[in-house]
């Protein structure tokens, strides 16, 4: 079974710093891997994803990635950040699941707080 | 506007009783999908479509049912016979399954006591 693994469950950072978001999964195959942010009781939103070629990948509000195949890491960076990018993201991993089905699995999550 | 509607916002219910959580899309995809989000856990899968009359059972099926009758709905109920069932609920779609992007709604945050 495929697993996500985000290191950090909460990441207080000062504005205008820059900050790391960390993501491990675990597979044998290839994956798609995707960065999704949720404000307070909204739906979730895609940040970026990775899909094949370039290992860094940029996406929406100044984030980027950086896909490390033999590491298994998917990290998320930003290097200025803002109070608007408190809220809480999600790493994803789209995998094979068996009789032509896909599935998305998802990290437990890290709630980024800004601070002023 | 395309988009997933998801209604209503916030539901309240008895022990005992079923629910049913609307999720509607017009951007005419062909996969839907529903999760459970609990604080700390992840979004969890619960069911999902590829098509029409189709759906399968995810990682948490047990107590929920769903049902696709036609391509822009996918309603959940919760079962009494869930155990937990306070949490919040998402439903997402994708142009098919295996495609790449999952688009959400804004979920619906359901109280049972």
């Known amino acids: 079974a495929q697993s996500v693994t985000q290191l950090d469950s909460q990441v207080p950072v000062f504005e205008e710093a820059p900050v790391e978001l960390r993501c491990n999964y675990s597979?044998?195959?290839?994956?798609?891997l995707f960065w999704y942010v949720q404000y307070p009781n909204q739906g979730l939103q895609l940040l970026l994803k990775?899909?094949?070629?370039?290992?860094l990948v940029k996406g929406i509000n100044g984030f980027e990635a950086e896909f490390n195949k033999s590491q298994t890491s998917f990290h998320l960076r930003k290097p200025s950040v803002h109070i608007s990018d408190t809220a809480e993201y999600f790493c994803?991993?789209?995998?094979?699941?068996?009789?032509?089905?896909?599935?998305?699995?998802f990290g437990k999550g890290t709630k980024l707080s800004v601070i002023p | 506007d395309g988009g997933i509607t998801q209604s209503p916002k916030y539901l309240f219910r008895k022990e005992g009783q079923n629910v049913t959580l609307s999720c509607e899309q017009n951007?005419?995809?062909?996969?839907m999908y529903w999760y459970r989000q609990d604080p700390g856990q992840g979004l969890r899968l619960i069911y999902y479509?590829?098509?029409?009359?189709?759906?399968q059972k995810g990682d948490i099926a047990e107590g929920y049912s769903v049902s696709r009758e036609k391509k822009e709905s996918f309603p959940l109920t919760v079962t009494s016979a869930q155990k937990n069932p306070t949490a919040f609920y998402l439903c997402?779609?994708?142009?098919?399954?295996?495609?790449?992007?999952?688009?959400f709604g804004p979920g619906t945050r359901l109280t049972v006591t």
């Open positions: 479509s590829q098509i029409v009359n189709d759906f």
């Open positions: 997402a779609s994708s142009i098919e399954a295996g495609t790449h992007e999952q688009y």
């Open positions: 597979s044998s195959v290839s994956v798609y």
């Open positions: 951007l005419n995809h062909d996969a």
């Open positions: 990775y899909l094949s070629g370039s290992t």
């Open positions: 994803a991993v789209l995998h094979f699941s068996g009789a032509g089905s896909y599935q998305l699995t």
